[in-house]
């Protein structure tokens, strides 16, 4: 999310003569909703989907079956997600949570992601040999997210739950108070972070009917990256400034995480996603009569 903050805060989209309002968005609604998609927020009129902003590498499917309103048009950051044990947990690998019970981050599963939750979670346990149905994932409660880390302090040490999957920046609370340490990771850890965990949607109608507009937004995005690729410390600082990020989020970890987010980092875009959706074709996530290469000529807009 730094680089949308930073396209906000340090003006890229208003140099490209934008007007781009910053709005949270509502995931708490949009999944009591049944709604698929991230960029659902509130209005005076209900729920309805943003411009633009961030999608989830693990919305593929819904984009594959037409329920996403926005195109790819960018990268944004690889990694951001944690699975968790306590600090003195004799937990090693994905090997040890078989027949335990994790509680995530609520937008983990169903409706945002597949049935069966996130895909490097379910890897990391296949490729450690446990079937991800020995394994209870279960959302935690809304409740418990203004404060996670006494909430996960107190689950750890009342066996509600062995480990935690949190999201940027809720393990750099956690490991700051020293509630927990990370047992695998999405943004330190092949294969994983080889791979997208977010990227950048505008909305389909934008870019098919006002492409010079879409190519500006894209420009925008892609200089706020630059940006905070090159002041991962400044970005944190000036967005918790501004109040896109939690000021209590202690500055090191994080600048040190978005210097690895690899905001900067060259990809070919269609190949990466013609191998993300070739892998849930594969894992039986996406059904479809269309091949991989089909799907990102389908969603995926190039701008240079």
Not at 85 to 93: F, G, I, T, Y
Not at 239 to 261: C, D, E, I, R, T
Request: net charge neutral; with cysteine; charged share 25%.
């Amino acid at each position: 999310m730094m680089a949308l903050y930073a396209a906000l805060v340090k003006g890229f989209f208003a140099e490209e003569g934008l007007t781009v309002q910053g709005v949270p968005v509502d995931t708490r609604g949009a999944i009591e909703q049944g709604k698929t998609n991230w960029l659902t927020v509130k209005t005076d009129k209900g729920l309805t989907e943003a411009d633009i902003g961030f999608l989830d590498i693990d919305q593929l499917h819904y984009m594959a079956a037409g329920k996403i309103g926005h195109y790819i048009v960018d990268g944004m950051n690889f990694g951001c997600m944690d699975v968790m044990v306590p600090v003195d947990s004799p937990l090693s690998s994905a090997a040890d949570l078989k027949g335990k019970t994790v509680e995530m981050n609520p937008w983990w599963i169903a409706p945002f992601r597949g049935v069966n939750g996130l895909t490097f979670v379910n890897d990391e346990l296949k490729n450690t040999g446990v079937d991800p149905k020995d394994v209870a994932l279960q959302p935690m409660p809304w409740e418990a997210l203004p404060r996670i880390t006494d909430y996960v302090a107190e689950g750890f040490k009342s066996g509600k739950f062995a480990a935690v999957g949190v999201t940027e920046p809720q393990q750099f609370l956690l490991r700051e108070r020293k509630v927990a340490k990370v047992l695998f990771s999405q943004t330190y850890q092949a294969p994983y972070n080889q791979e997208y965990c977010c990227l950048f949607g505008i909305k389909r109608e934008i870019v098919d009917r006002q492409p010079d507009k879409a190519a500006a937004i894209v420009r925008a995005f892609r200089r706020a990256k630059q940006w905070v690729a090159e002041n991962p410390t400044r970005a944190v600082v000036t967005m918790q400034a501004a109040g896109y990020y939690p000021a209590a989020v202690p500055v090191v970890p994080s600048a040190n995480a978005v210097a690895a987010y690899g905001f900067d980092r060259k990809v070919d875009l269609a190949v990466l996603l013609e191998q993300s959706f070739r892998q849930r074709i594969e894992a039986g996530v996406i059904q479809t009569d269309k091949s991989p290469k089909e799907l990102v000529r389908l969603h995926y807009r190039k701008f240079e």
